[in-house]
Structure formats: structure tokens, C-alpha cells
T-cell receptor, first 115, second 110 residues
Framework: GAVVSQHPSWVICKSGTSVKIECRSL??????MFWYRQFPKQSLMLMAT?????????EQGVEKDKFLINHASLTLSTLTVTSAHPEDSSFYIC???????????FGPGTRLTVT | AQSVTQLDSQVPVFEEAPVELRCNYS??????LFWYVQYPNQGLQLLLK??????LVKGINGFEAEFNKSQTSFHLRKPSVHISDTAEYFC????????FGAGTRLTVKP
């Protein structure tokens, strides 16, 4: 149980284009979903927290207009990287939690490469 | 706010040797503690978690960890490692948000 999927698993896009990453909780309803970014050989950095039907809460230093998060249902959250640049290349990982909030279930990650 | 310190960025060890990966945390409230493993280009896999109860927690792949409240530690141990245990290991603390340590790279050598 508690499986989270991400799509795509990897994507290459050209500079200036936008790319959307989906995060789905497959066998449970996720009250809250989280988006993390991971640079090579570094830890996970929380980008934003989203609750279904509400605006996402972004961490300090994360541009909300660049990283658009939509949490349209209890099983789906999307992260759209708008006008991507090479410095946005990274590994993006989502997670989802139940109503208790303290445990998160992680997706397999999406490798984004901007050329 | 809570924080996590993983004291060793890299731990090299020979196959079949014991290993301990250290983790210390700080938090002003009751916490939940986790250890995750990450293989290259993959997401996080939960090894074990401490939520309450027994301070010795057993997880998958033969790993265990002990919650020590007085020392604010949650060190991960395995009595005999395998080559396949080579990976990045993250300690995390959670109350409402989850915060991760910097990670420890475990390299098991033959």
C-alpha cells in the first residue's frame, strides 16, 4: 500500500519551454503532497507543500511563478516548470501523506534535463 | 524548527563488516524519525521509522536503528553489510514537515 508514482521518469526539454511533472497517489487519498528538488550528491530540498484545493505553500527562495503547483484532487498533484533554463535541471521528487501528516510516501523521482 | 545532522558524509566499509551511520536531530516537539535509502537515479525507499514505543526499531534489509532521546540520536546499524547496500542513506525528522539530513554515502567494498 501507499504507492506514489511520478510521470515522466525523465524528460529532456529545450530552454524556454515548460514541462509538467505529475505525481499520483495510487492506492490512497493524499491530504498533502510535497515537492522536493535534489541536486547531484545532495540531500532533498523541500520546494513546496500543497493541500488539495488550496494554493501551495512555497519554501523561502522558491519562485512560485516559475514552479507552478496544482493539487486538483486527492490523488494528483502537478509541478510545472515554466520557461525552463539549464539551471533548473535537477531530480524532482514528490511525496504524499495521509491525514496524520507525519509520514510521507515518496515517488520514484523525475530527472529533468534542460538543454 | 527541527533539523537533522548526519555526521558522516561518506562511510567506506568492507563486505560483511558491521556499519553504523550516525544521525542526530534537534526539535522542540515530539518527533518522528525515519531512515531512507536511495539508489542512483531512484526515489527514496523507507528502511525504518520510529513513531513511538520501543526505542529499537528493526527495518528492511537487516537494518535497525535506536532512538535515544537523551542524546537526540537515531543511529542506523547493520551487523554485516553486503555489496548491494552501497547507496545513499538519509535520516529524516518529521512533525508537520519532513527535514532531511545531508546524507551518508555508504560504500561497501569487496
Amino acid at each position: 500500500g501507499a504507492v506514489v508514482s511520478q510521470h515522466p521518469s525523465w524528460v529532456i526539454c529545450k530552454s524556454g519551454t515548460s514541462v509538467k511533472i505529475e505525481c499520483r497517489s495510487l492506492d490512497f487519498q493524499a491530504t498533502t503532497m510535497f515537492w522536493y528538488r535534489q541536486f547531484p550528491k545532495q540531500s532533498l530540498m523541500l520546494m513546496a507543500t500543497s493541500n488539495e484545493g488550496s494554493k501551495a505553500t512555497y519554501e523561502q527562495g522558491v519562485e512560485k511563478d516559475k514552479f507552478l503547483i496544482n493539487h486538483a484532487s486527492l490523488t494528483l498533484s502537478t509541478l510545472t516548470v515554466t520557461s525552463a533554463h539549464p539551471e533548473d535541471s535537477s531530480f524532482y521528487i514528490c511525496s504524499a501523506s495521509l491525514s496524520n501528516g507525519y509520514e510521507q510516501y515518496f515517488g520514484p523521482g523525475t530527472r529533468l534535463t534542460v538543454t | 524548527a527541527q533539523s537533522v545532522t548526519q555526521l558522516d558524509s561518506q562511510v567506506p566499509v568492507f563486505e560483511e563488516a558491521p556499519v553504523e551511520l550516525r544521525c542526530n536531530y534537534s526539535s522542540s516537539v515530539s518527533v518522528y524519525l525515519f531512515w531512507y535509502v536511495q539508489y542512483p537515479n531512484q526515489g527514496l525507499q523507507l528502511l525504518l521509522k520510529y513513531l513511538s514505543g520501543s526505542t529499537l526499531v528493526k527495518g528492511i534489509n537487516g537494518f535497525e536503528a535506536e532512538f535515544n532521546k537523551s542524546q537526540t540520536s537515531f543511529h542506523l546499524r547493520k551487523p554485516s553489510v553486503h555489496i548491494s547496500d552501497t547507496a545513499e542513506y538519509f535520516c529524516a525528522v518529521s512533525d508537520n514537515d519532513m527535514r532531511f539530513g545531508a546524507g551518508t554515502r555508504l560504500t561497501v567494498k569487496p
